[in-house]
C-alpha cells in the first residue's frame, strides 16, 4: 500500500507539473494547433497523457539504477573476495 502511494503522489507531482508546462503552452498561442478551442480540457488531456510517460520513465530510471547499484555490491563483494 505505501508503494501504491508513493506511486500516486509521484504522478500527482508530474501531473501537477505537465499541467503548468502544458498551460503555458496553450496561453501562449498553442490552442490554435487543437480545433476544440476549450482550452482546459486540452489542457487536462495533454497534461495527463504526458504525465503518464513521465512516472514511467521515472520508473524505469529507477529501476536501472538500483541494478547498476546492486552490481556494482556484487562486484565489490567479489573484488574483496581475491
Do not use: Q
Amino acid at each position: 500500500m505505501k508503494k501504491y502511494l508513493y506511486f500516486l503522489l509521484k504522478w500527482a507531482a508530474c501531473f501537477v507539473a505537465c499541467f503548468v508546462i502544458t498551460y503555458v503552452f496553450v496561453f501562449f498561442g498553442g490552442w490554435k494547433l487543437f480545433e476544440s478551442g476549450d482550452a482546459f480540457l486540452i489542457e487536462i488531456g495533454f497534461a495527463g497523457i504526458l504525465s503518464i510517460f513521465v512516472v514511467i520513465l521515472l520508473e524505469v530510471i529507477a529501476k536501472l539504477e538500483k541494478r547498476i547499484a546492486d552490481l556494482e555490491e556484487r562486484i565489490k563483494k567479489l573484488e574483496d573476495k581475491k
